[in-house]
């Protein structure tokens, strides 16, 4: 059926690609991704034999429209390198023209990293914040982190290994106490989280840089107790929350 597949493809391991995926990715026309060689890797390992259109959100507008026109009359599956495409990938700008053109569109799910480091982490889960990546330099990144301090909520980011522990120093020195987390290669074989204050998960990465890709999570601030009165609500609170339903 013609139109626009989203496509979620693995973040790492290889077996997380679902059946559906596959089914699709089988079936369609083409398949629009970010790299070339990349998803070309990925349909080699799946025996899958396609035809590959490179696409981003940079694209220019008329590789945009052609690709959209083809829509009409062909299935056009969107992969991105890893996970899943538009969450800090690219495809929001096809989605956007694909909706006003009134293409049909599909969302295959499938791996995330946010999620998976969300789930993994141990942090309350019931709110959260996706975030993106903090900006490179400093001073926006202490501003971003400001921006986002009252938040009661998980706040999820994606970082890169080697500015792990400038983002870690930024974030002792915005929401120092917080409970952070810190979420590498996952689904690969050497996975790991590591949850501590800011301070303690710097002084460990410094020690030993680390590799890879990351998902960095921060706990929602702590409630300040100023009062028995608090302490007595919060105890309240925290009998309710732990009821079971
Ligand atoms: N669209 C992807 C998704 O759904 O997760 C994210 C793409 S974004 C360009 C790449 C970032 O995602 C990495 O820098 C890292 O923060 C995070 N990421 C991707 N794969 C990961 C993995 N296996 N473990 C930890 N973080 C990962």
Redesign the pocket.
Known sequence: IPGLYIVATP??NLGDVTIRAVDVLTRCDVVACEDSRVTGKLLKHLGIHKRLIRYNDHSDEKARSKLISSMRDQAVALV?D????L???PGYRLVQDARSADIAITSLPG????VV?LTLSGLPNDRFMFAGFLPTKEQARLAALESVKSIDATLVF???GPRLVKALDAIQTVLPGREVSV??????LFEECRTGSPEELAAHYRMEPPK????LLIGPPIPEVTSPQDADALLKLALEVDKPS
């Open positions: 973040i790492g991105s890893a996970g899943t495409p969450i800090s990938d791996a995330c990293a946010a480091g994606y970082e890169t979420a590498r290669e996952l689904t690969k890879g890709e990351i998902v």
